[in-house]
C-alpha cells in the first residue's frame, strides 16, 4: 500500500514540473531588460563654423584737396610737376589714397600727362602709409590760354585711420596747408599774321 501511494506522488510532482516549463516556440518569453551607461559628459555641439567677431569698418574721410607741395621741372608750353605729401608724419595705422587730379583755375592749362616722362609714377592711386617714406607722384600739364594767374594742382584723397581722432588730426592739418603745387603761366606766343597787299587801283591821268 506504501508502495503504491509513494509512487502516485512521483508521478503527480512530475506532471506539475512539466507545466511550468515553455513549450516550444509557442510559449512568450520576456525580452531581456537594457541598461543605459551615462559617462557624466556632455553631448557634443554639432561641429558648426560661426563667426565670433564681426568685421568692423574703420574710419574715414574724404578730402577735397590733400595736403602737397611741389613744382614743375621747368617752365614751358608743356610742364610735368612734382608733387609729395606735405603734413608730415601720419597717425599710425592710417592710410591716405590719391584720387583725381584737377586744376584751379581750369581755363589756363589743362592736364596733359604727357608732358612727363614715361617712367615718372602718376598720382591717382598713390598710397602713402604711416612710418614709410611718401613716394613722389607727378602731373603733366600744358597750357591753352594766357592768363595771370599760376593754375593749383588739387589732388582729392581717401585717408583711413584707426581712431576718428587720427582722421581728425589728418583733415585739420590738410585744410591748415591745402596745396602749394602751382604751374607757371607764361605768354603763349602769338603768330605772325602777314598783311595782305591791296592792289593799287589805276586812276585815270
Same mark, same amino acid.
Given at each position: 500500500?506504501?508502495?503504491?501511494?509513494?509512487?502516485?506522488?512521483?508521478?503527480?510532482?512530475? *506532471?506539475?514540473?512539466?507545466?511550468?516549463?515553455?513549450?516550444?516556440?509557442?510559449?512568450?518569453?520576456? +525580452?531581456?531588460?537594457?541598461?543605459?551607461?551615462?559617462?557624466?559628459?556632455?553631448?557634443?555641439?554639432?561641429?558648426?563654423?560661426?563667426?565670433? =567677431?564681426?568685421?568692423?569698418?574703420?574710419?574715414?574721410?574724404?578730402?577735397?584737396t590733400a595736403p602737397v607741395g611741389g613744382a614743375p621741372d621747368e617752365t614751358g608750353i608743356e =610742364?610735368?610737376?612734382? *608733387?609729395?605729401?606735405?603734413?608730415?608724419?601720419?597717425?599710425?595705422?592710417?592710410?591716405?589714397?590719391?584720387?583725381?587730379?584737377?586744376?584751379? +583755375? @581750369?581755363?589756363?592749362?589743362?592736364?596733359y600727362q604727357q608732358a612727363c616722362p614715361g617712367d615718372r609714377r602718376r598720382c591717382p592711386g598713390?598710397?602713402?602709409?604711416?612710418?614709410?617714406?611718401?613716394?613722389?607722384?607727378? *602731373?603733366?600739364?600744358? =597750357?591753352?590760354?594766357?592768363?595771370?594767374?599760376?593754375?593749383?594742382?588739387?589732388?582729392?584723397?581717401? *585717408?583711413?585711420?584707426?581712431?576718428?581722432?587720427?582722421?581728425?588730426?589728418?583733415?585739420?592739418?590738410?585744410?591748415?596747408?591745402?596745396? =602749394?603745387?602751382?604751374?607757371?603761366? @607764361?605768354?603763349l606766343p602769338t603768330e605772325t599774321v602777314e598783311p595782305t597787299e591791296t592792289p593799287e587801283t589805276?586812276?585815270?591821268?
Amino acid at each position: 500500500m506504501r508502495t503504491v501511494m509513494a509512487a502516485a506522488v512521483a508521478i503527480l510532482m512530475l *506532471v506539475v514540473g512539466c507545466s511550468d516549463t515553455p513549450a516550444g516556440n509557442g510559449g512568450s518569453t520576456t +525580452p531581456p531588460e537594457t541598461t543605459e551607461t551615462t559617462t557624466g559628459e556632455p553631448t557634443p555641439e554639432p561641429t558648426t563654423t560661426e563667426t565670433t =567677431q564681426t568685421k568692423q569698418n574703420k574710419p574715414a574721410i574724404s578730402l577735397a584737396t590733400a595736403p602737397v607741395g611741389g613744382a614743375p621741372d621747368e617752365t614751358g608750353i608743356e =610742364q610735368c610737376a612734382s *608733387v609729395a605729401w606735405l603734413a608730415g608724419d601720419l597717425p599710425d595705422g592710417t592710410v591716405v589714397t590719391f584720387g583725381e587730379v584737377r586744376l584751379e +583755375p @581750369g581755363d589756363i592749362f589743362e592736364l596733359y600727362q604727357q608732358a612727363c616722362p614715361g617712367d615718372r609714377r602718376r598720382c591717382p592711386g598713390l598710397t602713402i602709409r604711416a612710418n614709410t617714406e611718401p613716394e613722389s607722384c607727378y *602731373v603733366g600739364a600744358k =597750357q591753352v590760354a594766357n592768363g595771370t594767374e599760376d593754375p593749383n594742382v588739387v589732388i582729392e584723397a581717401e *585717408v583711413t585711420c584707426d581712431t576718428e581722432d587720427d582722421c581728425r588730426k589728418v583733415q585739420k592739418e590738410a585744410k591748415k596747408r591745402g596745396t =602749394q603745387v602751382e604751374f607757371i603761366t @607764361g605768354e603763349l606766343p602769338t603768330e605772325t599774321v602777314e598783311p595782305t597787299e591791296t592792289p593799287e587801283t589805276p586812276t585815270d591821268g
